[in-house]
């Protein structure tokens, strides 16, 4: 399958979010993975133009002082495991979901945001994850058809939160500057909330795409939050 059709197949899922038809386009940047101090000069930069990001954070990968400056910048935290292992997969990760909020709430007492590490999402791991008190899923399995997902607990009973991430962004230049151009096509011709993946760790991630990517979609009319916030406008019928 080729990279077109990838990231194709994942965006064109967006139309399935939401009711009644979302009126404004809304960008959510999201950064997972490896969140390290590489990753503080990204969100020094995003607030630098007053933007806020969500970062879903491996405890066990970032360091306290990682997380206590992504708060004071004005940045959203969310859970992403403890270890990232299969281990915590293979207990449905009702241990890790707990111990993430438990931990992350001593930061941030609003945190309610989670992404699954990898592809696997089940009903047991998604209930263990809404028992945890998690109310936002932003997962790599929430691109599968919504009938699909209707059917896995808590987290999809209340389908204004169920915001995927669309886009992942460690590619190279060739790569990505198909993606980019199907971002842009896409963000100009529809309305909605736009959630974009970027794996943070520095290894893997493009921050010059990034960065010219965040260029571009300024000059457009589109709005930054969140998926907190994005979450909050979509419950309350303000898109």
Known sequence: MSIYFFFKRFLESASYRFSPPVKRKVIVLTFDDHVDEKSIELAKHLESMRMSATFFLTLKRTKPGIIKKLVSLGHEIGGHSVRHSRGERNKFYAAAAAQCMSELRKYDSRVVSWRFPWTSKDERSVNNVAAAGFLIDSS????????????????????????????????????????????????????????????????????????????????????????????????????
């Open 140 to 239: 790599v399995g929430t691109f599968y058809p919504v009938k699909k997902l209707g059917k896995l607990g808590a987290l999809s009973e209340l389908p204004w939160l169920r915001l995927p991430r669309q886009w992942q962004m460690d590619v190279n230049e060739k790569d990505y500057g198909i993606i980019k151009s199907y971002i842009i096509r896409k963000v100009s011709s529809e309305c909605g909330v736009f959630v974009l993946g970027f794996h943070a760790y520095h290894q893997h991630a493009n921050f010059s795409a990034f960065k010219d990517l965040i260029e571009t979609l300024m000059k457009m009319p589109v709005e930054f939050l969140t998926l907190r916030e994005a979450a909050e406008v979509l419950k309350n019928g303000t898109l």
